[in-house]
Nanobody, 128 residues
Framework: QVELVESGGGSVQTGGSVSLSCVAS????????MGWFRQAPGKEREVVAV????????LYGDSVKGRFTISRDNAENTVSLQLGSLKPEDTAMYYC?????????????????????WGQGTQVTVST
């Protein structure tokens, strides 16, 4: 049984930083992408950052480029996200995701429906 468990998040002021971590247990797909999506009330779930297991290539959503950094530890099956220069519009529930990568694919998908497993989510709230 696959389980993704997030930690971190919380409340922070504009311009501040916060870290998120996700541990995947029972997940033994060697060729995979793991990462983070977020969803604010009334909005669709959007990609924040994802990273490929094989190459370590990260991909970021346009709104977070240059401010957030994703990393992973394949041995520990963990993925982390460092959120910096936070803005009120970054306020959302952040979800960890994991999904297999097909043999012919060379990078991570950026749409939520391509990911097979999800964590319960952790809230990040940025106040002015």
């Amino acid at each position: 049984q696959v389980e993704l468990v997030e930690s971190g998040g919380g409340s922070v002021q504009t311009g501040g930083s916060v870290s998120l971590s996700c541990v995947a247990s029972g997940y033994h797909v060697s060729r995979n992408c793991m990462g983070w999506f977020r969803q604010a009330p009334g909005k669709e779930r959007e990609v924040v950052a994802v990273i490929f297991s094989t190459t370590g290539q990260p991909l970021y959503g346009d709104s977070v480029k240059g401010r957030f950094t994703i990393s992973r530890d394949n041995a520990e099956n963990t993925v982390s996200l460092q959120l910096g220069s936070l803005k009120p519009e970054d306020t959302a529930m952040y979800y960890c995701a994991a999904g297999a990568v097909r043999w012919y694919e060379t990078s991570c998908a950026l749409t939520a429906n391509e990911y097979d497993y999800w964590g319960q989510g952790t809230q990040v709230t940025v106040s002015t």
